[in-house]
């Protein structure tokens, strides 16, 4: 079923939407005492230089001050038939003192943001950009600082120094 016409225009039929492609991504933010992680799935590159990507999140979520405070965040892929990580961060978190990484091992790379070390592919980022628009998701504009193909034991790809990130990825 279509959706309302916005003002001055035709209706827009949501399937034709369904063709942007999604995937399943963890967000993971920490700054000072505090560690928060959420399911988003709307993630795109954005540039080649510096390797950079966009991303939406629902507006109004608990990491999103980590993040502001922070200017930093992980993006860790999970796999389709990762059902535990998927639960785990598609709930809303219930108390702040609770950390939702203490029973997941993970790992850090540049920036200190939790990385999740069973997920298929980690990406560290630097915001460049927040963007608060009239919708219900924001936007970040982040550049990638570090990546990491994950299974287990990482190969670690950084911008600059690569030993920095190595030491880290231990």
Known sequence: MPTPPL???????????????????IMTASFENRRAGLMVRWVQRAAFAPH???????KGQIISPLVRDARAFGLCQIASDDRML?????????????D?????????????APLI??????????????IDFDADHELFMAEVVAA????????????????SCQENAQ
């Not at 399937?15 to 942007?20: E, N, Q, V």
């Not at 939702?100 to 200190?112: R, S, Y």
């Not at 070390?117 to 927040?130: E, G, N, Q, T």
């Open 7 to 25: 003002p001055n225009g035709p209706p827009i039929d949501p399937a034709a939407l369904d063709g942007i492609p999604e995937s399943r991504y």
């Open 52 to 58: 950079s990507i966009s991303l939406a999140m629902p």
């Open 86 to 98: 998927e639960r785990h961060f598609s709930q809303p978190v219930r108390d702040d003192d609770d």
């Open 100 to 112: 939702p990484f203490d029973a997941i091992e993970i790992f850090q790379l540049h920036t200190g």
């Open 117 to 130: 070390k069973r997920a298929a592919m980690c990406l560290d980022c630097r915001v460049s950009m927040h």
């Open 148 to 163: 990491s193909n994950c299974p287990s034991s990482p190969i670690v790809y950084c911008a600059g120094s690569s030993s």
